[in-house]
């Protein structure tokens, strides 16, 4: 119940098409919801996060689309660039106190010119 | 954001030597710390929760007598690999959460250290 399943695993999207990655979660008591991107060889940065009382968040090109009843969030790059390649993760956290992040296992974006 | 910082960026040690990782909040008091470890093209495995003032908190599955973690004040974790293996060689991160740890914070990252053990 702990987990966070992220998907695909692998994502290859052309210079200005839109990237996708969908990520499930089972604990309900789940109230966080960041995404995080990460270089090789550098620690991940946090991208945007949402909680469940909003159904969408926007900053500049990415948006998070969060449905509550289905357990499913989801992260959309529009206009995606190659500078935008990385590796995503999506995790879940129960806020207040010093909770742990759940991750998610990974998605590695490849944006091709 | 929020700035957490590690050091060393990188360290190369002998097998059974200890190496020790160190974590800082910048900008802000973290009363909890965490530590992951990264092995190539994976996600971040959770090894431990760092506390101010008391024992850190393990994962299932880590030593904790192999990896020691201190937490001397409010913006200062250190991990110590003790008698470090090559399959100890890994990439740790530490991460921390902004404010106090409410609806509003956020948990920022710091930029991990490269261990190779030879």
């Known amino acids: 119940q702990q987990q966070v399943k992220q998907s695909p695993q692998s994502l290859i999207v052309q210079k200005g098409g839109i990237s996708i990655i969908n990520c499930a979660y089972e604990?309900?008591?789940?109230?966080?919801f960041p995404w995080y991107q990460q270089f090789p060889g550098k620690g991940p940065a946090l991208l945007i996060a949402i909680r469940p009382d909003v159904s969408e968040k926007k900053e500049g090109r990415f948006t998070i689309s969060f449905n509550k009843s289905a357990k499913q969030f989801s992260l959309h790059i529009m206009d995606s660039q190659p500078g935008d390649s990385a590796t995503y993760f999506c995790?879940?956290?129960?806020?207040?106190?010093?909770?742990?992040?759940?991750f998610g296992a990974g998605t590695r974006l490849a944006v091709h010119p | 954001g929020a700035v957490v910082s590690q050091h060393p960026s990188w360290v190369i040690c002998k097998s059974g030597t200890s190496v020790k990782i160190e974590c800082r909040s910048l900008?802000?008091?973290?009363?909890?710390m965490f530590w992951y470890r990264q092995f190539p093209k994976q996600s971040l495995m959770l090894m431990a929760t760092s506390n101010e003032g008391s024992k850190a908190t393990y994962e299932q599955g880590v030593e904790k007598d192999k990896f020691l973690i201190n937490h001397a004040s409010l913006t200062l974790s250190t991990l110590t690999v003790t008698s470090a293996h090559p399959e100890d060689s890994s990439f740790y991160i530490c991460s921390a959460w902004d404010r106090a740890g409410g609806p509003t914070d956020t948990q920022y990252f710091g930029p991990g250290t490269r261990l190779t053990v030879l």
């Open positions: 900008d802000f008091q973290a009363t909890t």
């Open positions: 995790a879940a956290s129960i806020s207040g106190g010093y909770n742990k992040l759940i």
């Open positions: 604990n309900t008591a789940f109230d966080y």
